[in-house]
């Protein structure tokens, strides 16, 4: 059984950082790709961030390119995403993916429950 629990989320003021963290078991976590995806409230979910299996290949979406950092632990079972420089419209719940797709940023089937991101002005 895949289990996904997101962690870290919570409020902040702008230009600060938050660092989001993943665990995922029932899973060779080594194996496929993560990813982080984010919905704001009256909007629908977006792509964030995704790094490869081995972590050698990252991809963000441009909103957060230089202020995001997706990075992982294989050896934990644990992806990250560093969020500095933080805005108000990055207020969001944030949600981890497993093995989403890595040419076309389409989501994989496994989902944490997500963790709310609330930037404040």
């Known amino acids: 059984q895949v289990q996904v629990v997101e962690s870290g989320g919570g409020l902040v003021q702008a230009g600060g950082s938050l660092r989001l963290s993943c665990a995922a078991s029932?899973?060779?976590?080594?194996?496929?790709?993560m990813g982080w995806f984010r919905q704001a409230p009256g909007k629908e979910r977006e792509f964030v961030a995704l790094?490869?299996?081995?972590?050698?290949?990252?991809y963000y979406a441009d909103s957060v390119k230089g202020r995001l950092t997706i990075s992982r632990d294989n050896a934990k079972n644990t992806v990250y995403l560093q969020m500095n420089s933080l805005k108000p419209e990055d207020t969001a719940v944030y949600y981890c993916?497993?093995?989403?797709?890595?040419?076309?940023?389409?989501?994989?089937?496994?989902w944490g429950q997500g963790t709310q991101v609330t930037v404040s002005s």
């Open positions: 993916n497993v093995d989403p797709d890595i040419a076309t940023q389409r989501p994989g089937r496994y």
């Open positions: 790094i490869s299996r081995s972590g050698g290949y990252t």
């Open positions: 029932g899973l060779t976590f080594s194996r496929g790709a």
